[in-house]
């Protein structure tokens, strides 16, 4: 048997909060794709998007069926405790995206505050390095073609089977950090089983 979190009709509307000065940045942004996708999962980004989307474009309320919403996300049907929606909701009430105002009644944030310390250390490395309240988005295609090329001249140098000190060696001759080539090293590698 399912448990059933949401219901087939919900009412959806704009999340008033006031600008107290921090950092904002609107639900459709690069900075949200950029820096809450990987806080968030891409399901609750869609949902948020989609949400945004209905409710920034009318001056009441806005009354969806959730089979429905879930189908135009492309979240197809789950079984379980809660559906792909559902969890993808589930989610972004836990991080503050959507509130229940009342039964089947859901206000949705159309900005995002900036990230807090502990999710900026959980970010993949190159955006780790690209995270500022302004970034520069070109500089995310190199920072993300860096981390690509460390992986494929490893992976080359690996085949070629050349240990690790002089992948390293040779790497860092070319400005690659060590501690990267290192971690690149060790996802790539398999690890011997410990004895038991």
């Known amino acids: 048997m399912t448990e059933a979190i949401l219901p087939p009709i919900i009412t959806?509307?704009?999340?008033?909060i006031p600008n107290c000065g921090e950092?904002?940045?609107?639900?459709r942004s690069k900075q949200v794709e950029l820096f809450w996708l990987?806080?968030?999962?891409?399901?609750?980004?869609?949902?948020?998007?989609r949400l945004d989307l209905i409710v920034a474009t009318s001056t009441r309320p806005v009354t969806l069926e959730t089979e429905e919403l879930a189908s135009s996300?492309?979240?197809?049907?789950?079984y379980g405790r809660a559906s792909l929606l559902e969890r993808a909701m589930e989610r972004c009430i836990a991080f503050r995206a959507i509130r229940e105002q009342r039964s089947s009644c859901y206000e949705v944030r159309q900005h995002l505050p900036a990230l807090n310390p502990r999710q900026i250390r959980r970010l993949p490395p190159a955006l780790k390095r690209l995270y500022t309240a302004n970034p520069d988005f070109a500089a995310y295609r190199v920072l993300a073609d860096a981390q690509g090329r460390i992986h494929q001249l490893v992976s080359t140098l690996i085949g070629l089977d050349v240990p690790l000190p002089g992948?390293?060696?040779q790497l860092e001759g070319l400005?690659?950090?060590?501690?990267?080539?290192?971690?690149?090293?060790?996802?790539?590698t398999p690890q011997p089983a410990a004895n038991r």
Do not use: C, H, K, N
Request: hydrophobic letters at 55%.
């Open 12 to 16: 959806v509307e704009p999340w008033m």
């Open 23 to 27: 950092t904002r940045w609107p639900i």
């Open 73 to 78: 996300l492309g979240l197809r049907r789950s």
């Open 38 to 49: 990987p806080v968030l999962g891409p399901s609750a980004i869609a949902l948020l998007r």
């Open 175 to 188: 400005g690659y950090p060590a501690d990267q080539i290192e971690a690149v090293f060790a996802a790539i």
């Open 167 to 169: 992948i390293v060696e």
